[in-house]
């Protein structure tokens, strides 16, 4: 009789443990959203990368898009005076893309602290100048103004990148072409 309260007892806990979903309340992350600038929602695109991996988040010229899997999609605008670049550095493996998914998109050179330069090619004028350190998927992001021609400057250890790039409307904003040599 023991035995039988025993067997009874492991079949409730694994039957009840095993039927609550894991899967998390997606209205409720969508509504997350709402109060959020493009910059903001980029940065809770790369939170969501790890935690809910079902959402699927890129970055146009123009928006940030998230798409749920209970097929509600959400986009926030990114702002006309200004273009976003999610740069991936590397020195041996990459791949190509043109608009970057923080949801999916991986880098070689993850958590790396590197020396960044970002300087107009027209005006001279340096958006960026100082030390980023790369997320965990391998990737900086810097904000630059739209519609320029500037060239991005990247100093890793004794290793340098370096690429012309634009920010105009038909622009990549996932850049994985710089090489380190």
């Known amino acids: 009789m023991k035995t039988t309260i025993l067997i009874m007892f492991v079949l409730s806990l694994i039957t009840f443990g095993c039927s609550g979903t894991t899967e998390p309340d997606y209205s409720n992350l969508s509504t997350d959203l709402l109060n959020l600038d493009a910059k903001q929602a980029i940065a809770k695109a790369n939170e969501w990368r790890d935690s809910s991996p079902k959402i699927t988040s890129h970055i146009t010229q123009t928006e940030v898009i998230f798409d749920f899997p209970d097929g509600k999609t959400v986009t926030k ?13 590397y020195i041996n493996e990459t791949h190509e893309c043109e608009l970057h ?65 634009s920010t105009n409307s038909d622009s990549r904003t996932c850049i994985t072409t710089i090489k380190l040599k």
């Open 77 to 89: 605008k990114v702002p006309d005076s200004i273009f976003y670049l999610a740069v991936a550095p």
């Open 101 to 165: 998914y923080p949801s999916s998109c991986e880098g070689e050179l993850k958590v790396k602290s590197m020396n960044i330069t970002a300087k107009d090619n027209d005006n001279g004028s340096v958006y960026f100048d100082g030390n980023i350190t790369t997320l965990k998927h391998g990737f900086f992001e810097i904000w630059v103004p739209r519609n320029r021609n500037l060239t991005l400057t990247i100093k890793y250890n004794n290793l340098t990148g370096e690429e012309v790039l």
